[in-house]
């Protein structure tokens, strides 16, 4: 660390290269900026498609219309689905902290490929901006869903075009996103960072990457697939033209399924960051930490078929997926599991990214568990299209990937601003988001067991309560979410200057200044010793 103290070399956040103003941003190929260009993205479609999720609550808090009708409903939760999981949660964690981390974490000065990255971004932006635009132009808003099921996806009225080819950018941003990951991780590893010395941060992203890289040309072919049913009328899909709506359905889910993994690896991998810094040991079982990240990757390529078992699949391969779906859960216990082991006899110290740890935890094992019952065929038949599968779906990948996020956000904030956060604040802001949380998504469990179907814009007087304190839970939770991103963007002004290592961090990212410099490090370093054990 005493090498870079005294620098003279701009931080990135100084330097300005061949351009100036916004500019040195949008044609920067820094990894760093290009980060933060998705920190800021995401952030601020997160909050758009919060607020719609918001809509949408007090739409359902009384049975009848409330402030919408059925129409403009659908339209709200297919735009709703569409930001949060394509632009959102997806690109979350590898987009921004991936993008930001991954080569400090492995010695790096940059990722292999600066100019692909930007490029990434670009179709990022391109493939949101289309399905904005789906939402103004042609005569209604799509309102298929995020899934764009099939035969409805090319015979409804909504203006699908733009929406669909709209994810097909974002899809294509992942790939060049994981392809970039994994050259990286191969080839541009400090000298002496063997695959066993590397940070369990990197391991994640590139389980992430091959699926990023194997899996998401399939969605992209099947969203193609819908383009040419809409407009020359082929019949992939149609059954009137001896097309099978149930084909469109495997190969969606045949992405989608790993998609989710896309969303959690990342995320495990920044809480197996967080918990050994804050934990002040070495992360226990790292060889298995290693090892399960890249069978839940692997592993997760088998088992989409559980979004289908009312689907009338034969007995056989409804056995089949049921099993490989208990199969996939043993990995992620592991991780739960050890991350528990990392704590036992440990020197807690505690700070804001521990507790959203935590956090974290705590609902990914809820998320776990319900997962488990929808995926046995008997309890299936009975949840399947009820608001348990959406209470289970948000736990798992906002409540995962979600709390992740802001634990990664408070972690690596020093790091990234070279800004301490007001800690109260942030503390505030964790604990009106979790109990917002759990207010809002625990009640659709049991709305979910009492029969109510999701996608409906009104319900029987009989799912009344739930949906009151459902609706009561998203106030809370929106609350929480606008303490938070004040706290962090206040903090950015104002707050009071962060050292090179905050919190006793122990790998390479900590050992260099805060912001770090234009090319991170001014001498490639050496690594002698394994992870988490660097000083």
Same mark, same amino acid.
């Given at each position: 660390m005493?090498?870079? /103290?005294?620098?003279?070399?701009?931080?990135?956040?100084?330097f300005?290269?061949?351009?100036?103003?916004?500019?040195?941003?949008?044609?920067s190929?820094?990894?760093?900026?290009?980060?933060?260009?998705?920190?800021?993205?995401?952030?601020?479609?997160?909050?758009?498609?919060?607020?719609?999720?918001?809509?949408?609550k007090?739409?359902?808090?009384a049975?009848?219309?409330?402030?919408?009708?059925?129409?403009?409903?659908?339209?709200?939760?297919?735009l709703?689905?569409?930001?949060?999981?394509?632009?959102?949660?997806?690109p979350?964690?590898?987009?921004?902290?991936?993008?930001?981390?991954?080569?400090l974490?492995?010695?790096?000065k940059?990722?292999?490929?600066?100019?692909?990255?930007?490029?990434?971004?670009?179709?990022y932006v391109?493939?949101?901006?289309?399905?904005?635009?789906?939402?103004?132009?042609?005569?209604?808003?799509?309102?298929?869903?995020?899934?764009?099921?099939?035969?409805?996806?090319?015979?409804?009225?909504?203006?699908?075009?733009?929406?669909?080819?709209?994810?097909?950018?974002?899809?294509?941003?992942?790939?060049l996103?994981?392809?970039?990951?994994?050259?990286?991780?191969?080839?541009?590893?400090?000298?002496?960072?063997?695959?066993?010395?590397?940070?369990?941060?990197?391991?994640t992203?590139y389980?992430?990457?091959?699926?990023?890289l194997?899996?998401?040309?399939?969605?992209?072919?099947?969203?193609?697939?819908i383009v040419?049913?809409?407009l020359?009328?082929?019949g992939?899909?149609?059954?009137?033209?001896?097309?099978?709506?149930?084909?469109?359905?495997?190969?969606?889910?045949?992405?989608?399924?790993?998609?989710?993994?896309?969303?959690i690896?990342?995320?495990?991998?920044a809480?197996?960051?967080i918990?050994?810094?804050?934990?002040?040991?070495?992360?226990?079982?790292?060889?298995?930490?290693?090892a399960?990240?890249?069978?839940?990757?692997?592993?997760?390529?088998?088992?989409?078929?559980?979004?289908?078992?009312?689907?009338?699949m034969s007995?056989?391969?409804?056995?089949?997926?049921?099993?490989?779906t208990?199969?996939?859960?043993?990995?992620s216990?592991?991780?739960?599991?050890?991350?528990?082991?990392?704590?036992?006899?440990?020197?807690?110290?505690?700070?804001?990214?521990?507790?959203?740890?935590?956090?974290?935890?705590?609902?990914?094992?809820?998320?776990?568990?319900?997962?488990?019952?929808?995926?046995?065929?008997?309890?299936?038949?009975?949840l399947?299209?009820?608001?348990?599968?959406?209470?289970?779906?948000h736990?798992?990948?906002?409540?995962?990937?979600?709390?992740?996020?802001?634990?990664?956000?408070?972690?690596?904030?020093p790091?990234?601003?070279?800004?301490?956060?007001?800690?109260?604040?942030?503390?505030?802001?964790?604990?009106?988001?979790?109990?917002?949380?759990?207010?809002?998504?625990?009640?659709?469990?049991?709305?979910?067991?009492?029969?109510?179907?999701?996608r409906?814009?009104?319900?029987?007087?009989?799912?009344?309560?739930g949906?009151?304190?459902?609706?009561?839970?998203?106030?809370?939770?929106?609350?929480?979410?606008?303490?938070?991103?004040t706290?962090?963007?206040v903090s950015?002004?104002?707050?009071?200057k962060?050292?090179?290592?905050?919190?006793?961090?122990?790998?390479?990212?900590?050992?260099?200044?805060?912001?770090?410099?234009? /090319?991170?490090?001014? /001498?490639?370093?050496?690594?002698?010793?394994?992870?988490?054990?660097?000083?």
């Amino acid at each position: 660390m005493s090498a870079h /103290e005294g620098m003279q070399e701009p931080n990135y956040l100084e330097f300005k290269g061949k351009y100036k103003g916004i500019y040195s941003w949008i044609f920067s190929t820094d990894h760093k900026r290009i980060g933060l260009l998705y920190l800021f993205s995401i952030l601020s479609l997160f909050v758009i498609g919060a607020t719609i999720g918001l809509l949408m609550k007090f739409e359902l808090i009384a049975p009848g219309k409330t402030i919408m009708d059925a129409k403009a409903y659908n339209a709200f939760f297919t735009l709703h689905g569409i930001i949060m999981i394509f632009a959102v949660v997806i690109p979350g964690l590898p987009a921004v902290f991936g993008n930001f981390m991954l080569p400090l974490q492995i010695g790096a000065k940059d990722v292999a490929f600066p100019k692909l990255n930007l490029l990434s971004w670009y179709l990022y932006v391109a493939g949101v901006l289309m399905v904005v635009i789906s939402q103004f132009t042609g005569d209604q808003a799509p309102d298929t869903g995020w899934t764009f099921y099939a035969p409805y996806s090319f015979r409804t009225a909504g203006n699908m075009l733009p929406a669909v080819f709209g994810a097909f950018l974002l899809g294509f941003s992942s790939i060049l996103t994981g392809l970039n990951f994994l050259v990286t991780i191969h080839r541009m590893r400090a000298p002496g960072m063997t695959w066993l010395r590397m940070p369990l941060f990197p391991w994640t992203l590139y389980a992430t990457a091959w699926i990023q890289l194997l899996a998401t040309p399939i969605v992209g072919i099947t969203l193609l697939m819908i383009v040419a049913e809409r407009l020359f009328n082929i019949g992939f899909f149609d059954p009137t033209l001896g097309g099978d709506p149930v084909l469109y359905q495997h190969l969606f889910w045949t992405y989608s399924h790993p998609a989710v993994y896309i969303m959690i690896l990342p995320a495990m991998g920044a809480i197996s960051e967080i918990i050994p810094t804050f934990a002040r040991k070495i992360i226990f079982g790292y060889k298995f930490m290693v090892a399960s990240s890249l069978l839940i990757a692997f592993v997760g390529y088998f088992v989409w078929g559980h979004h289908m078992f009312t689907a009338n699949m034969s007995g056989k391969a409804l056995y089949i997926f049921s099993l490989l779906t208990f199969l996939v859960a043993i990995p992620s216990a592991i991780k739960v599991f050890n991350w528990i082991s990392t704590l036992y006899k440990a020197s807690i110290y505690l700070q804001t990214p521990f507790f959203w740890a935590m956090a974290f935890i705590f609902v990914f094992m809820i998320g776990g568990f319900s997962g488990l019952i929808i995926g046995s065929l008997a309890a299936d038949v009975h949840l399947h299209d009820t608001h348990f599968v959406v209470a289970h779906f948000h736990f798992i990948v906002f409540g995962g990937t979600g709390f992740a996020f802001f634990g990664a956000a408070h972690y690596w904030f020093p790091k990234i601003t070279g800004k301490m956060y007001d800690a109260l604040w942030a503390n505030i802001g964790l604990t009106v988001f979790f109990i917002g949380f759990i207010t809002l998504y625990m009640p659709m469990f049991f709305l979910g067991v009492a029969g109510m179907p999701r996608r409906y814009f009104d319900y029987d007087e009989v799912f009344h309560t739930g949906n009151i304190i459902s609706t009561m839970g998203s106030w809370i939770l929106y609350s929480g979410l606008s303490i938070i991103i004040t706290n962090l963007f206040v903090s950015l002004k104002r707050g009071v200057k962060a050292p090179a290592d905050p919190w006793g961090g122990s790998t390479l990212e900590w050992t260099i200044p805060s912001p770090p410099p234009v /090319e991170n490090f001014i /001498e490639t370093p050496i690594i002698t010793k394994g992870p988490y054990s660097y000083k």
